[in-house]
């Protein structure tokens, strides 16, 4: 009788408790998962801004080399380590 009924209610708190955790777990997936999708669209938007200021710059510096009459070529060979 009492044993029973206690083993029934510890069981249905269980199962209770089980579906907490699971919807708990899946929120959290959710929410992990949604802040590494923002935060690699934030680097990727970076990472493009990034590569567009380096072919400014190379621009400028390949304009800046012709008008000292070096070929971009030749201040490539002049930059090289020896």
Known sequence: GALALSSLRLN??????????LLLVSMSYWAVNRVLKEEGEKTDFHFARLMESIHEHESFLRT????????YDNL???????
């Open 76 to 82: 490539l060979m002049d930059s090289i380590p020896r």
């Open 12 to 21: 249905k708190l269980l199962l209770l408790l089980t579906g907490l955790a």
């Open 64 to 71: 800046a080399a012709q008008s000292y009459g070096h070929g």
